[in-house]
C-alpha cells in the first residue's frame, strides 16, 4: 500500500493520492493527490481538500502535530490539517551522506545521528522497493551499521570511488569493484591483551601514513598456504587493497574475493590464500607487501604459513540462552552429541576429522541480550565476547560457535550465520570471531515442507556445518543467482534449475538448508585444509 496524504515522500510512484509535491514550501515532500474536487476523494481519514496558494490538493490529519516545516491548522471541514508552515523558513534539503542534525534537514526523511555518525549522515531507510534516486551518487545496501532506536532493513548510502569521496570519519567500503560506500569509520576497540602475551608473534603500534599503512611480511620455501591478519586496536577501518611480490594479489579487482570479510569486520582484516585449488600455484616464497587503506594509528599484525594442509578442527561451543542446554549438561546430552556426530561425519567427506570439542557458558548479561538475534550486528559483537580457549598455540587454532535461541532478523530466514568467509584465525575476542547457529530445531521432530519427517538435530548439524564451512573459506556451490563458487569440482547450478533440479543439491554448502546437503569435494576439502584453523 503506498504512503498516505501528508506523508514524506520523494517520488510520485510511492503515493496513494498520486502525487509528491516536492515544491520549496513543502520539505521532504508531501504526499497527495492534487486538483481534488471533495474530501471524499482524500486518501487519509479525516483528511481535507483545501486550497493552498495556487495549488488544490488533499491535506492530511495532523496526528496529533505536524513534522518540521509544517503548521496544523482547522480546515473549512473542521478537521485539523498539516499545510507547509509559511512562517517557518523552509528546512535544508540535502541528499544521502550529506551531513545534518535534524529529519527534516534530509531529501530522504532521515537524519542519522553523531557520534555513531559523524556530524550526522542524510539517508532514506527501508529504500529496497523505491530505491534512492534522491541524489546522483548513492546506492540501497542492508545497513553496515546498526543504529541505537533508527530500525533499518535498508539505506540509502554514498557512493565512493575510494575514501577521498567521503566526508572526515568516514571510509569507503567497495561493494564492487571500483564501487564502494561511505560509511563510519568508527567501531569498538577490540579488547587485545599486551602483544608479548600470544603464544604467536603479534607485532603492533604501526601507523598509517596520508590513509595508507604497508606492511612487509615474508613467505618461506615450500609454503602452500598463508593466513596474514591486521587488526586496528583504535577501532578503525581496514581495507586490504593489494598483496605486491613475487605474486599481485589485486584486492580491489580480480582478487575481490579475498578481502570480503575484512570490509565486514571493520577493523579486523584476515586475508588467506588460496581460497580454490586454482590459486594454488600463485602462492610462492619470498617477500611481499601488504597493502592496506586505514586511517588507524594503532595496528597490529600477524602471519601464519603452512607447508601441509590440515586435518583436524577444534571448536570451542558457546551456549548463549539457548533452553535446556548449558556447558556444564552438554558433553552428555544426546542432542550435542548426535549434532557433533553428525558434524564429523559431514566434515570427514573433505578429509577433515572434528578433534577437540570444548563447552562454555556466555556470561548471563550476554546471554540474555543475544538469545534471540535481532539484527546482525548482534553477530559480529558476539565475537568480542570469546576468549582464549587455552594457552598454547594449538588451542588458539580452534573455531567459536554460538548456539542461541532463535533467530528474527527482519527481511530475513537466516538461521545461521558466519561473520566471513573466511574468518579470524587464532584470535578471540575480536569482532565477528565465530559463527551462530539457532538451537530451536536440537532435540525436535518435525514435518518438513514435503511432508518428510525432520531430525532437528540432523538438521542441526547440517546448518551449523554450513556455517562452519563459510568459517573456514566456502561460499555458496551456486548463489540463487546462478553465480557459482572459485572451486572446480563442485557441481554447478543454472538460475534456472534452482533449486530443486540444481547438480549440487545434497552439497553441505548448497545455500538452502536440508539434512541432505551434507557432502564435500576434494576441492572444498583443500580449501578447509589450507585454512590454518586446520591443523594436523
Known amino acids: 500500500m503506498g504512503k498516505i496524504d501528508g506523508d514524506p515522500c520523494i517520488r510520485s510512484d510511492e503515493c496513494s493520492g498520486g502525487y509528491c509535491v516536492r515544491r520549496g514550501e513543502f520539505p521532504g515532500g508531501y504526499c497527495t493527490q492534487i486538483n481534488c474536487a471533495s474530501d471524499a476523494e482524500c486518501t487519509r481519514p479525516e483528511g481535507a481538500c483545501l486550497q493552498f496558494d495556487n495549488l488544490r490538493f488533499c ?116 561493494l564492487t569493484p571500483g564501487i564502494g560506500v561511505c560509511i563510519p569509520d568508527n567501531a569498538d576497540a577490540p579488547p587485545l591483551d599486551a602483544p608479548a602475551s600470544y603464544p604467536f608473534d603479534l607485532t603492533c603500534g604501526l601507523a598509517s601514513t596520508n590513509g595508507a599503512l604497508s606492511i612487509p611480511f615474508t613467505l618461506p620455501p615450500n609454503t602452500t598456504s598463508f593466513a596474514i591478519t591486521a587488526v586496528a586496536r583504535d577501532g578503525r577501518y581496514l581495507l586490504p587493497r593489494q598483496v605486491t611480490g613475487p605474486q599481485t594479489w589485486d584486492l580491489d579487482g580480480a582478487d575481490f574475493r579475498y578481502a570480503e570479510t575484512a570490509r565486514r569486520l571493520i577493523n579486523v582484516a584476515p586475508l588467506h590464500v588460496p581460497l580454490t585449488p586454482l590459486h594454488a600455484d600463485r602462492v610462492i616464497a619470498g617477500d611481499y607487501t601488504l597493502e592496506i587503506e586505514t586511517a588507524s594509528q594503532d595496528a597490529c599484525y600477524y602471519l601464519f604459513t603452512e607447508v601441509a594442509p590440515g586435518n583436524l ?179 554447478q547450478c543454472s538460475a534456472g534449475q534452482f533449486p530443486d533440479n540444481c547438480p549440487d543439491l545434497g552439497n553441505l554448502m548448497f545455500p538452502f538448508a536440508s539434512p541432505d546437503n551434507d557432502a564435500l569435494t576434494a576441492g572444498q576439502g583443500y580449501v578447509i585444509g589450507a585454512n590454518p584453523v586446520t591443523t594436523e
Not at 551531513?99 to 537524519?111: D, F, I, M, P, V
Not at 552438554?330 to 552429541?337: G, K, T
Not at 574468518?423 to 536440537?442: C, I, S
Open 313 to 491: 578442527l577444534d571448536i570451542n561451543i558457546y551456549y548463549t540462552g539457548v533452553a535446556g542446554y548449558s556447558a556444564a549438561t552438554a558433553p552428555n546430552n544426546p542432542d550435542i552429541n548426535a549434532m557433533l556426530t553428525k558434524i564429523g561425519t559431514i566434515f570427514a567427506t573433505g578429509g577433515i576429522s572434528l578433534a577437540t570439542v570444548r563447552h562454555f557458558d556466555s556470561p548471563p548479561g550476554v546471554s540474555s541480550a543475544n538469545r534471540i538475534i535481532r539484527n546482525f550486528e548482534q553477530i559480529y559483537q558476539l565475537g568480542l565476547t570469546t576468549q582464549n580457549p587455552g594457552p598454547n598455540l594449538g588451542d588458539r587454532f580452534s573455531l567459536n560457535i554460538f548456539i542461541v535461541q532463535e533467530f528474527r532478523v527482519p527481511d530475513s530466514n537466516a538461521i545461521g550465520v558466519s561473520p566471513g568467509a573466511p574468518g579470524v584465525t587464532a584470535l578471540h575476542g575480536v569482532r565477528g570471531a565465530g559463527v551462530v547457529m539457532e538451537g530451536a530445531y536440537l532435540g525436535q521432530v518435525f514435518m518438513g515442507p514435503n511432508g518428510e519427517v525432520v531430525q532437528g538435530n540432523e538438521i542441526s548439524a547440517t546448518i551449523l556445518a554450513h556455517e562452519v564451512g563459510h568459517f573456514l573459506g566456502l561460499d555458496h556451490t551456486t548463489e540463487q543467482s546462478g553465480a557459482p563458487d572459485m572451486i572446480p569440482d563442485t557441481p
Open 59 to 174: 491535506a492530511g490529519a495532523c496526528n496529533p502535530t505536524c513534522r518540521a516545516g509544517y503548521a496544523c491548522v482547522e480546515a473549512e471541514n473542521g478537521v485539523d490539517v498539516c499545510v507547509p508552515d509559511l512562517e517557518e523558513p523552509p528546512p535544508l534539503d540535502r541528499p544521502t551522506g550529506a551531513a545534518c542534525t535534524a529529519n527534516n534537514e534530509c531529501r530522504g526523511g532521515l537524519c542519522l545521528r553523531h557520534p555513531g555518525w559523524p556530524d550526522g549522515y542524510c539517508t532514506r531507510r527501508n529504500c529496497e522497493n523505491v530505491g534512492c534516486n534522491d541524489s546522483p551518487s548513492s546506492e540501497c545496501i542492508p545497513p553496515l551499521a546498526e543504529t541505537p532506536g533508527v530500525t533499518l532493513s535498508s539505506m540509502c548510502t554514498l557512493t565512493c570511488g575510494d575514501r577521498s569521496d567521503c566526508r572526515a570519519g568516514y571510509a569507503c567500503v567497495l
